[in-house]
């Protein structure tokens, strides 16, 4: 069943931080874990509270709820818990970044400076990874003993966009530079593009392969930490619903959109399915106001600066 009571004491809480092995569990569920609810909970749950006769529902095989589950959380993961994925690795000589195993969707990537600030690095909307098909002096397309197209291991134009660097144009469009006539990358300085003004680098991604590729000006960078923050569905651990988790302040909703989909594929209940539906709507919304990070004393620290008068 969920957490409803501390399984530790304060100093077994508190051993692994303060790496006092002696003390700390054998079956540590880590800080804050009791802000979370296993999904093979949930499920038990459920089960116990609406499966039964004289109940909800009157017979539902568990396979069933485990589906509708784990597609619950799904649904949850893209649109109302935040994303608390966020990996950070030293990018490599060769310019690339792997998607994790369990990527769906991107947040944010960024580059770390010095002081251990991030800053957003945008996505280049000009370039991708085409599949270079390879051809003779004459450009006829070379075959392999199948007769299938053979391909260059690297596209020209990938090569060329990690040999360029695409944050010049921020330094052309400051107003304390001098206008260069030559320079391609900004016409006019006040005709610029915005997405093009930036100065921390691009990159873009290739879903094909799985690889994310960032442009030249990070090749003469002395460090190129970057950190990815992504949307996952929430169930790479799903070979064991005990190691997959929902925050408690989502739980009541996932209940809800269980019922409702597990109601409407079945007569019995069928009268009942648009107050089931309204139901695990309202449930799904409260959700997101508990969720949000929201906060008025932030609010009103942001809302400060408006009254600062802009010079032109």
């Known amino acids: 069943m969920a957490e409803s009571r501390k399984v530790y004491t304060n100093q077994a809480y508190f051993a692994n931080f303060e790496n006092d092995a002696a003390n700390t569990p054998s079956d540590f569920k880590g800080l804050g874990y009791y802000r979370r609810v296993s999904l093979e909970d949930v499920i038990n749950n459920f089960i116990v509270a609406y499966i039964g006769e004289e109940k909800t529902l009157a017979k539902v095989p568990r396979y069933e709820v485990d589906f509708w589950a784990q597609r619950g959380l799904q649904e949850f993961s893209y649109d ?76 020209t134009t990938t090569d060329r966009f990690q040999t360029s660097s695409n944050i010049a144009g921020a330094a052309q469009n400051n107003y304390q530079e001098p206008y260069d006539e030559d320079y391609l990358g900004s016409v006019k300085r006040f005709g610029s593009n915005p997405e093009d003004m930036n100065t921390s680098g691009t ?19 002395d ?46 209940s069928a009268q009942l399915v648009p107050l089931y539906k309204k139901e695990a709507s309202a449930k799904m919304r409260n959700t997101k106001i508990r969720l949000t990070d929201y906060s008025s004393k932030n609010l009103a620290q942001v809302l400060r600066g408006k009254a600062k008068w802009i010079k032109h």
Request: hydrophobic share 40%.
């Open 80 to 155: 109302i818990l935040h994303s608390e994925k966020s990996i950070e690795i030293e990018l490599n000589d060769a310019l690339t970044f792997p998607l994790p195993q369990d990527y769906v969707n991107i947040t944010s990537l960024s580059v770390v400076d010095v002081n251990g600030n991030k800053h957003t690095l945008l996505p280049q909307k000009k370039s991708n990874n085409p599949k270079a098909i390879l051809q003779d002096s004459d450009f006829t397309f070379l075959y392999d003993v199948s007769g299938e197209l053979q391909q260059a291991a690297k596209s």
């Open 203 to 221: 990159y873009f991604i290739d879903y094909t392969e799985g690889i994310i590729y960032f442009d030249g000006s990070f090749g003469s960078r």
């Open 223 to 268: 460090s190129n930490v970057i950190v990815l923050d992504y949307i996952s569905d929430g169930l790479a651990e799903n070979g064991d619903l005990s190691k997959v988790f929902i925050p408690k302040l989502a739980e009541d909703a996932l209940y809800a959109y269980m019922l409702y989909n597990l109601s409407k594929v079945r007569p019995m």
